[in-house]
T-cell receptor, first 113, second 114 residues
């Protein structure tokens, strides 16, 4: 069975600064996908970024980037130039092709003005 | 921009009562998912549909939960009877096909059982 672990329950960052959210996972599969989802207060969950395990290059989406360490089974999210709108719960998630998403417990990120 | 619609947004019910949630996926999306998200935790899949067929309902408590997607479009999730432990957010998501890795989530239904 696949597991996703987010050990930090919450973090806080000053506006305009950089923050890194940690995630580790466990699987015996070699082909899979990793995701970071954002869930703002009282709003729907949206996909922030995804990474295919077969790609060595780390994914980047504007201010969001990941550090994917396949051997260490680590998948962290870096948010640069943090904005107030980044305040949300962030979930790390894992999926084997054609199977279900497995989510971590999430981390609450607060961006301070 | 097309979105997944869910209703109601909030529901308060007494234990032992029946409750139902509705989801309308993005038009053209063949795959529909129901998740349960307990406060402070990540979502867990309850049931997955491909068109009108159930693909995965291994985590659905079938003694009290049921789900249907009769015409392969919108879907209803029912709980009967509701228990205190069912208090949670119920999320619906859809994707274009079941091999698609991108799921689009609705706003959810917050259920409180008293």
């Amino acid at each position: 069975a696949q597991t996703v672990t987010q050990s930090q329950p919450e973090m806080s960052v000053q506006e305009a600064e950089t923050v890194t959210l940690s995630c580790t996972y466990d699987t015996s599969e070699s082909n899979y996908y990793l995701f970071w989802y954002k869930q703002p207060p009282s709003r729907q969950m949206i996909l922030v970024i995804r990474q295919e395990a077969y790609k060595q290059q780390n994914a980047t989406e504007n201010r969001f980037s990941v550090n994917f360490q396949k051997a260490a089974k680590s998948f962290s999210l870096k948010i640069s130039d943090s904005q107030l709108g980044d305040t949300a719960m962030y979930f790390c998630a894992f999926m084997i092709a054609n199977s279900k998403l497995t989510f971590g417990k999430g981390i609450t990120l607060s961006v301070r003005p | 921009e097309a979105e997944v619609a869910q209703s109601p947004r909030y529901k308060i019910t007494e234990k032992s009562q029946a409750v139902a949630f509705w989801c309308d996926p993005i038009s053209g999306h063949a795959t529909l998912y129901w998740y349960r998200q307990i406060l402070g935790q990540g979502p867990e899949l309850l049931v997955q549909f491909q068109d009108e067929s159930v693909v995965d309902d291994s985590q659905l408590p079938k003694d009290r939960f049921s789900a249907e997607r009769l015409k392969g479009v919108d879907s209803t999730l029912k709980i009967q009877p509701a228990e205190l432990g069912d208090s949670a957010m119920y999320l619906c998501a859809s994707s274009l096909i079941w091999t698609s890795y991108e799921q689009y989530f609705g706003p959810g239904t917050r259920l409180t059982v008293t």
